[in-house]
């Protein structure tokens, strides 16, 4: 099931063990190698302190927020070796840029889908500049048309031009 990615901001992260709030999510860490998020980042309830949540540790995905085993799970960044060059990336796809292939600005992203299942990038949605978005508003960019992915922006194949219907007038009927 795809969820938009306000689902996971801002949500707590509770525990089982307890019943409680144990966090919240602050950002995801998105691996820009093959849009995946990797894990996130959250707030500690207790010390206030930036941990990160791996996504193997989550339990479920509901409405009310995560839900994980225990506040053990969480951890602190610089003890996941693992993810270290992900996280010196931090790669923050809101914002950016998305242009296609022959440098032709779409615009830029201002939210996406996430598959809650694998938790995998599957669309982008892009925001058109002021005067596209009159005519034709807001773009969804599938994970299979990205061709590229830099710190600043996001590559995309030509999206097919839409052609103005020729309707050809026809003589009345007649009896």
């Known amino acids: 099931m795809l969820q938009l990615s306000t689902t996971f901001?801002?949500?707590?992260?509770?525990?089982?063990?307890?019943?409680?709030?144990?966090?919240?999510?602050?950002?995801?860490?998105?691996?820009?190698?093959?849009?995946?998020?990797?894990?996130f980042y959250c707030q500690d309830t207790?010390?206030?302190?930036?941990?990160?949540?791996l996504t193997q540790d989550i339990r479920d995905i509901i409405s009310q927020g995560l839900v994980i085993n225990d506040h053990d799970v969480l951890s602190e960044p610089e003890d996941l070796v693992r993810l270290r060059k992900v996280m010196e990336i931090d790669l923050q796809i809101m914002g950016m840029s998305v242009v296609t292939v022959n440098k032709r600005k779409?615009?830029?992203?201002?939210?996406?889908?996430?598959?809650?299942?694998?938790?995998?990038?599957q669309k982008l949605y892009v925001a058109q500049p002021l005067m596209k978005s009159l005519s034709g508003g807001q773009l969804s960019v599938d994970r299979n048309q990205i061709v590229e992915i830099t710190s600043r922006k996001i590559v995309?194949?030509?999206?097919?031009?839409?052609?103005?219907?020729?309707?050809?007038?026809?003589?009345?009927?007649?009896s």
């Not at 949500?11 to 820009?32: D, E, F, Q």
């Open 9 to 39: 901001i801002d949500k707590p992260i509770m525990s089982l063990r307890t019943g409680a709030k144990v966090a919240t999510v602050v950002s995801p860490l998105i691996n820009p190698n093959n849009l995946k998020i990797e894990a």
């Open 156 to 174: 995309v194949q030509e999206p097919l031009q839409p052609t103005k219907a020729r309707i050809q007038a026809t003589a009345p009927a007649t």
């Open 46 to 53: 207790r010390s206030r302190q930036q941990l990160v949540l």
């Open 106 to 121: 779409i615009g830029k992203i201002n939210d996406y889908a996430v598959d809650t299942l694998t938790l995998y990038i």
